[in-house]
């Protein structure tokens, strides 16, 4: 099956069934994917927390307006990006790359100068966000992965990112929870969506030719 084939398979699932479990292989792949994705200068600012606990999850359904597909998927990815970019942290990242690519330290220093020169004046709400939409590409290569594995997967907005952080314990690790992916097999007898005819805006008005 090719990648439109399954694009159109998938769909923002609202019920689970909640005795069908992702196995470990599948669970991986997804997160491999993910992990591979482009960010802007290669620098990953963010982390993918996965939830199996099911207290955890019946926790999160109280910040995340009731809705039952975080207590009832297999897993729930969050999403959790960095709260601000440091020199640090960028360092970190350019450290790392260069001694897996058997380089000098200082290779990338004017780079990294020139960067942190452009980000650092930005001030912190900017690299936050900035932040999360590197957070987004790896989210949507996370998808299409879990499509073509036939693996649910829900994109979620619909929390309260204050509590989930608490729930999480993620400001510790200087991280902000961004969105959740409920991931997980439909419950097709129950949910409302899932014969439902997939609709998109036509191309004529989706696609603008200059």
């Known amino acids: 099956m090719d990648l439109i084939e399954n694009l159109n398979w998938r769909y923002a699932t609202k019920k689970f069934d909640s005795e069908k479990k992702v196995s470990s292989d599948k669970l991986n792949y997804i997160l491999e994917a993910a992990r591979l994705a482009p960010s802007s200068s290669g620098l990953q600012p963010f982390k993918i927390i996965v939830v199996t606990d099911q207290a955890i999850k019946d926790q999160m359904k ?5 809705q039952s597909q975080v207590v ?7 999403f959790a990006s960095w709260d601000h970019y440091s020199l640090e942290r960028i360092e970190s990242v350019f450290n790392y790359t260069l ?9 990338m220093d004017d780079y990294k100068k020139n960067l942190w020169g452009m980000y650092e004046p930005l001030g912190t ?13 790896s989210f949507g290569i996370a998808m299409v992965a879990a499509a073509e594995q036939k693996v649910d997967a829900v994109p979620m907005e619909g929390f309260i990112p204050e509590k989930m952080d608490e729930l999480l314990g993620l400001k510790a690790h200087g991280l ?12 097709e007898a129950n949910d409302w969506l899932v014969n439902m005819k997939k609709v998109r805006t036509p191309k004529n008005d989706f696609i603008i030719e200059m």
Request: charged share 25%; aromatic share 8%; net charge negative.
């Open 176 to 187: 902000k929870s961004a969105f959740l992916m409920p991931i997980g097999y439909r419950d």
């Open 62 to 66: 109280d910040i995340s307006m009731g």
């Open 99 to 107: 001694k897996e690519r058997g380089l000098p330290l200082d290779t």
């Open 125 to 137: 709400d900017w690299h936050a966000q900035h932040a999360a939409k590197q957070a987004y590409i």
């Open 72 to 78: 009832d998927a297999s897993h729930v990815l969050v």
